[in-house]
């Protein structure tokens, strides 16, 4: 029998002097499948919530209203994202939403770079002064400044239009502070070059500053767009008539007094999601990208 083994081994080109052994994890290997795991269960986590609206836009009312849930539809009922968007006027929602976010993303990342880079690389009387005081505006409620913000737009006549949406929080003390931090690390060598060969000052932001600050104004983009984008308050307050409705007013209203259309709603939202993660996958490789666009720091 041992003869047998041998000439198997042999013919198999195995060394049969040294026992089988199992392959061991390392240590390292093992740290790695920990995190791993604990991750999907974080990822699972963070997916839940729409995974349920997905389960829930998909049913049919009363498989949402029964006892039993469970996130498996008996039938998938995917005509009821149809059904929602001719039961309200979403795609206007969508485009007036679409206005206001891009027009603000626009404005406000433009006020906070320049105000930033001025905060940054420019020394003036109460420089530090003023932008603690700015940066203290963050303590305070934005409710507080609803009213007033109001009382404004009526005065200019801005109430129902894309400027009242807009132009009131057109400048964040968060953008500025993430701005001011971000330019601080650029070279003041860079910025004196373009002095010397007589770039004025709006070109050398636009030249030296925008093209270094790209991580910057990813973060920016995608914050201010989410913001905007999901912002309900100040429209609720801004704005009366349909046609100007976002898609979280309009969303809002789909609710009714004594029924809610859990269908309808969910599926829309769901939908409304669309063009947050559109931006965000655009501009992700800059989003982690944590290092000036030039390379150079003193």
């Known amino acids: 029998m041992s003869e047998n083994k041998v000439l198997l081994a042999k013919e198999s080109k195995l060394d049969v002097s040294q026992p089988l ?14 995190i791993f795991l604990v991750l999907c269960g974080m990822a699972f986590l963070f997916l839940l919530p729409f995974i349920w609206m997905l389960s829930t836009a998909l049913k049919t009312p009363s498989e949402v209203t029964a006892k039993d849930t469970h996130i498996i539809p008996d039938k998938l009922m995917w005509s009821n994202f149809s059904d929602a968007l001719h039961a ?33 690389k420019y020394k003036f009387r109460g420089r530090n002064i003023l932008f603690l005081m700015i940066l203290s505006t963050l303590i305070i409620p934005v409710q507080i400044t609803m009213i007033p913000n109001f009382y404004i737009l009526k005065y200019l006549g801005w109430i129902n239009s894309y400027a009242g949406l807009i132009i009131p929080r057109a400048a964040e003390a968060f953008g500025l502070f993430l701005a001011r931090q971000y330019i601080m690390n650029i070279p003041d060598s860079l910025i004196e070059a ?42 609720l307050i801004a704005v009366s008539e349909q046609s100007m409705y976002t898609v979280q007013l309009g969303l809002a209203m789909l ?6 259309n859990w269908t309808q709603l969910m599926s829309l939202t769901l939908l409304s999601v669309i063009p947050i993660l559109i931006v965000f ?3 992700q490789r800059y989003f982690i990208k944590g290092m000036v666009g030039s390379g150079m720091k003193e």
Request: glycine share 6%; hydrophobic share 60%.
């Open 21 to 34: 052994s199992l392959p061991m994890f390392s240590p390292k290997k093992i740290k790695m499948i920990v």
């Open 194 to 235: 373009a002095r010397i060969d007589g770039a004025s000052e709006f070109k050398i932001f636009r030249k030296v500053i925008l093209p270094n600050i790209k991580p910057l104004i990813a973060v920016l983009v995608i914050f201010t767009f989410m913001w905007r984008w999901n912002e309900l308050a100040w429209p």
């Open 281 to 283: 996958l655009i501009f």
């Open 255 to 260: 609710k009714g007094e004594h029924f809610i």
């Open 88 to 120: 309200a006027p979403f795609a206007g929602y969508v485009g007036n939403s679409l206005i206001v976010s891009i027009l603000a993303v626009i404005l406000t990342v433009f006020i906070n770079c320049l105000a930033g880079y001025a905060f940054a």
